[in-house]
């Protein structure tokens, strides 16, 4: 028996800056997963992913990651796509140092 498709979003990162980034409905790249478009369909997804992958000059690395619809929107479902959204592990960089200040 097959497996069944679990909702996904298209993800990779930013060519220049390197963030990880979501594509959302209206064809933007985002770095706010609350913003990216949750797919549902199998053959939907396989075609935004082929979509994504041809704008080499914008992002690199696109895959489609598995989600959950959350209160505020998807929800990742693996540990792996929870750290990447929430940038790098070490302090003062990327998202993890908005608010921070550096005393």
Known sequence: ???EFTPKVVTANAL????VVYL?????W????????????EA????????????AGEIVGAYLA?????PNGPEP??????FRR??????FHGKQSEGQSRA
């Open 86 to 91: 929430t940038g790098p592990s070490n302090l």
């Open 66 to 70: 598995d989600m959950r619809r959350g």
């Open 77 to 82: 479902t693996h540990f792996r796509e929870e």
């Open 16 to 19: 220049i800056e390197g963030d």
């Open 30 to 41: 985002t770095r706010h997963l609350s913003e990216a478009e949750v797919l549902i369909d």
């Open 44 to 55: 939907d997804a396989d075609y935004r992913l082929l979509q994504a992958q041809a704008r």
């Open 24 to 28: 959302t409905a209206d064809d933007r």
């Open 1 to 3: 028996m097959a497996k």
